[in-house]
């Protein structure tokens, strides 16, 4: 005889699981365990693909397809890793080709751009202080997207997700090295771009 | 030391990533460089504003269908690729709608062939073990070998109209049991395409047909056991007598050629028999491959073993909740799927039932091997991924390394097979 489990404390269970017990479920056909882990990281994947892609219909195809093929390709996922590590290489592949295939057919200059999804913080109560961060804060996203695409998955990994130099080099299937030398080169860029913004 | 030298240095300092040599050296040259000291600072700024950036929520309700929505896109995918794979293949042999008509009629005229085919197959040579299974059973006196030699006889003269069909003995029994479940009954001599011969409609009733014939066999050879009127036609009876003959042997084992491999195995069946057999003083039929190690009366020939020269695959039974089941292994790939499931349904019922039992392990293993098989087989692609939650809650229950290793073999194996 099962014993009666409210509905509640049975998700509240399933919540508090670990990424490594859902995902054992999950390569044993359990489908509700993925449904679990989608919403898990739904918000990090998505917010990820919209720094990269800066657009929310982007986003929202990037990280839908990221966990669609993060499903199809649990058989090769060795339990211990890092899941989020894992689910971030899949979305920043994604990213990095949607942004070249992006560059190819558009010419990109969003300076100014008042739509942008990512809403600037207001710090200070003068609306001239506001609007200087604003432009600020739209220079400095405008200077990171100017960046080939490598250069900007290591610098928003870095800056926006603030993953170390290790899980950047597993996220982007390089080295710690590598990771070092792209984000020295990156910052170097987009100071360059900013410079050239400023004149 | 230049100022480009100190490029990285500087993005390891942002990121606190720089070693305490690495940093003074940094702050000295700082100290002395206003062009490094101002890009330090302008960096600084910008990481902060980045970091500062507030990013906006999507429209109300995005969260609440993002996951439902993977998951509809990961059940469309599921089936999309062999749709697509079809179509491509269709398209590459037919380009043009007038051949691909063609090709249509091609493939409807081959199927019909087929199934003409499969039809005829089945009316000449379908499965043969009679529905009424005999009242009196002719048990051989003789040695095993001569039995042999009386059983081919007999199966010749059963072919000529010459010996009536339901003379049959045990051996014979044992045999059919083996290759109905084996589902190769269209190979076997016995079958006759007469009237008073009536097919069984599935293995399951061959199987139990054949143990209650078996049983019968069993009690007729019983010192004080009266003569057991088997009615075919009657299932639930054909069932109790089914049980009774579970009762009575858990693991029944045919072999022809009695290898050493088998030879190897047989103390760890003997164990087995022992255990499941405690106290079982009475003459019964149960045998494993090792006469060494299970006591046989010698005033009887026991039925189920069969000492030819001929050399024949070993045939295993196992009597799960008053069925008997033959092992499969990976070789019986044409076990119906019908067939399959009544395997896996008997033995995770007995499994559920009896999670210590001896024969548990045995049982993880077959129902492993029939998922696998089934998983081929089907074209449900839930049967993969069921069998893969099955497999998967059994590699976590079995304890014996050797059952675990086969239990993740199997694993793999359905894995990849959900896969493609």
Redesign the interface.
Known sequence: MVPFMDRSEELKSFEEQSDDELI?RV?????HS??LL??RY??KV??LA?RMARD?DAA?DI??ET??RA??AF?SFTIGRKFYTWLYKICMNLSVDHLKSRRSLVSESRMGDETD?????A?GPDPHDVLV?RE??TK??S??DALSPKYKAVLVL???EDMS?EDIARTLDISVGTV??R??RA??K??DV?GESER | MSCKKF??S???Y??G?LDERGERALREHLSTCRRCAE?VA??ES??K????????E?RAGY?DT??S???E??DA?TERPADSRLKRLVELIAPTPGRRLRFAAGLASMALAFTAGVLYINRQGGPALPSKVPTTVERPQGPVAQKDDESVQRQAAQKKGEVKPTEITADEVTEISGRALRGTEAETPQVAAKEEVSRPSDANETAKAAAEKMESDKIAALPQAPAQPAGGKDAEKAGESLSKAADRTEILKTNETAGEEDRREATTESEKLARIQPAAPQPTQTVSLSQKTVEQPKAQAPPTVRAGARSAPVVRSYAVGGVTLHEITDQDTLMREDELRNLIVAWTTHIEKNPSDSLASEGYQQVASAYCLLARQTRDEGV??????V???YLDRAKSPAVRDFLAAK?AEI??L??K
């Open positions: 054992r390569q044993g056909g359990d489908r993925y449904d989608v919403k739904q918000r998505y917010f919209l929310h929202d990280a839908q966990f669609v499903y199809f058989g999804p990512l809403e600037r913080e710090r961060s600020t804060t400095i996203e200077a990171i870095r800056v926006y130099y070092m030398s984000l020295s910052r170097k987009m100071l900013l | 490029d990285k500087i993005s390891l942002l990121d990533e890009k302008a960096l910008a990481q504003s980045a970091r500062a950036a507030k990013t906006t999507p969260w993002f996951s929505r993977v998951m896109t990961i995918r993969a991924s069921e069998g893969a939650r497999i998967h809650t694993l894995q990849s959900q896969k």
